[in-house]
Nanobody, 114 residues
């Protein structure tokens, strides 16, 4: 049974930082490309960042230079370090991988507000 469990969301002021974590089970984590997506109210889900099994990284244009994706294969965990957060980063953030089917976590809410 595949599970992706996110944590680390919360309320933060503009300019602040958060680190999201996603711990996986039921997959061969080390060979999986892992992604973070986000979905704001009334908007479509969008890809935020990707890290391959070889730790190649890609970022959506709005988060480049502010967000960093990383992974710890021993812990089967992928992270999203979010710095200089803006109000427009407010969304539910989801961990995703494709290990045969697509798998999604339950999401963790990030709210950026003063």
């Amino acid at each position: 049974q595949v599970q992706l469990v996110e944590s680390g969301g919360g309320l933060v002021q503009p300019g602040g930082s958060l680190r999201l974590s996603c711990t996986a089970s039921g997959i061969i984590f080390s060979i999986c490309t892992m992604d973070w997506y986000r979905q704001a109210p009334g908007k479509e889900r969008e890809l935020v960042a990707t890290i391959t099994s070889g730790s190649n990284r890609n970022y959506a244009e709005p988060v480049k230079g502010r967000f960093t994706i990383s992974r710890d294969n021993a812990k089967k965990t992928v992270y999203l370090q979010m710095d200089n957060l803006k109000a427009e980063d407010t969304a539910n953030y989801y961990c995703h991988t494709q290990f045969g089917p697509n798998y999604w976590g339950q999401g963790t809410q990030v709210t950026v507000s003063s």
